[in-house]
C-alpha cells in the first residue's frame, strides 16, 4: 500500500534529543510503558528531572545494583507523596534559579488511588510541574490487582472472573475529567497509538507548566497484566481510541475540546476480543461496559461544545 510521504515519518518530527535509555532494559515484552518513557525526553528533553513511586516503571528508573539503564535525573518517592515530592523539587529549582522541567511520573495506582490526595492538592495549587499517568488500569507491579481505573468486568487478582463474581462489579473513574475540573493550566488524555498526538501534548504540557500545574493522562496497555499478545500493545490502544473507550481530549483552564472525533466509533466488543481480562464477558456485561462509555463520550462531547460557545479567554502568564 501506498502511503501520503512523510505520513510515516511526522512524529519523528518532536524528536529533538537522544534517547537516553539502554538499547535493554527491564520492562516485559511489549510493555506500552517503555515506549512512552522512552518517548519523553526525546521530546521534552533530557534535562527534565523525573520524580516517581515504586511501580513497573521503577525497576527501571531507580537501576539495579550499582547499574542505570539511562543517563537521566530520577529521584524516587513513595507513593502517598508523589506530587508532594515534586512539588519541593519544582520549589527548590524555582528558588535557585534553575530553569527546569519536573516530571511526576507514575501509574494509575498512585495517581487514582494512594497518591490522589496530594496530587489533587498539587493541582489545587497550581504547582509548576507535569504529571504524567500511565494507566494500566490496575497494579500491576505488585500482582496485577484492581485500581480505580480498572473498567467494570476486568479479571484482576482481587476482582477474579469465576463462578461467583464476573470481574470487577464497579466502574472505572475518569481521572483525567477530574483533574481537569481542577481548572489547571493544562489537562489532556493520549495514548500510543497516537504518537503526533502524545508529543503535541508534551510540548503543550511544557508550556503550560509555564503557568502551574499540567496533567497527562496516558492509555498504557500492559500484556502481562492484561491477557494480550505483546505485539498488540498499539492495536490495543488502537482500538481504545476507535471504540471511544479511551478517547483523546484536552482541557485548558477546565475548558475541554475534543482533539480527535471518531465518527463511526467501534463496538466496545472490538476492542475486548484482543484482551483476556475481558474473555468472560457475555452480552449483558459487554453493554454494560458500552453504555459507560457512551455516556462518558456524551459528557465530554457536552463539555466540548460548552465551552466552544463560551469562548472565554485563557489568563495571560504573570
Request: hydrophobic share 35%.
Amino acid at each position: 500500500m501506498t502511503q501520503k510521504k512523510g505520513k510515516l515519518t511526522k512524529v519523528l518530527d518532536y524528536f529533538k534529543h537522544d534517547d537516553p535509555f539502554s538499547k535493554g532494559v527491564a520492562f516485559c515484552p511489549g510493555c506500552g510503558l517503555e515506549l512512552l518513557i522512552r518517548l519523553i525526553p526525546k521530546i521534552l528533553g533530557n534535562d527534565i528531572v523525573i520524580t516517581g513511586t515504586p511501580s513497573c516503571s521503577a525497576p527501571v528508573l531507580l537501576g539495579q545494583n550499582k547499574q542505570s539503564w539511562h543517563t537521566l535525573s530520577y529521584f524516587g518517592t513513595l507513593m502517598t507523596g508523589a506530587a508532594a515530592n515534586a512539588t519541593g523539587l519544582a520549589r527548590y529549582y524555582k528558588k535557585a534559579g534553575i530553569d527546569n522541567t519536573v516530571v511526576c511520573f507514575n501509574g494509575d495506582g498512585t495517581a487514582a488511588d494512594i497518591g490522589f490526595g496530594n496530587l489533587s492538592g498539587a493541582a489545587e495549587r497550581n504547582e509548576p510541574f507535569i504529571y504524567i499517568c500511565y494507566d494500566n488500569e490496575g497494579y500491576m507491579n505488585t500482582g496485577i490487582q484492581k485500581s480505580g481505573t480498572t473498567p467494570f468486568g476486568a479479571s484482576t487478582t482481587t476482582t477474579p472472573a469465576g463462578s461467583i463474581a464476573k470481574g470487577k462489579n464497579l466502574r472505572r473513574m475518569n481521572l483525567a475529567l477530574k483533574m481537569a475540573m481542577h481548572k489547571i493550566p493544562y489537562a489532556a488524555t493520549a495514548t500510543l497509538s497516537n504518537l503526533d498526538d502524545l508529543a503535541k501534548k508534551l510540548l503543550k504540557a511544557k508550556e503550560a507548566k509555564k503557568r502551574g500545574f499540567a496533567f497527562l493522562h496516558v492509555f498504557a496497555p500492559c500484556p502481562t497484566g492484561w491477557g494480550y499478545a505483546p505485539e498488540n500493545t498499539v492495536e490495543v490502544c488502537r482500538r481504545a481510541v476507535k471504540s471511544n473507550y479511551f478517547p483523546l481530549w484536552e482541557a485548558v483552564d477546565g475548558k475541554v475540546r475534543m482533539t480527535q472525533t471518531i465518527k463511526k466509533p467501534k463496538p466496545v466488543s472490538n476492542y475486548t476480543e484482543l484482551i483476556k481480562k475481558f474473555a468472560h464477558l457475555d452480552e449483558k456485561d459487554l453493554e454494560i461496559l458500552q453504555e459507560d462509555i457512551d455516556y462518558e463520550y456524551c459528557m465530554l462531547g457536552g463539555l466540548s461544545v460548552l465551552e466552544a460557545e463560551c469562548q472565554l479567554p485563557i489568563p495571560a502568564e504573570d
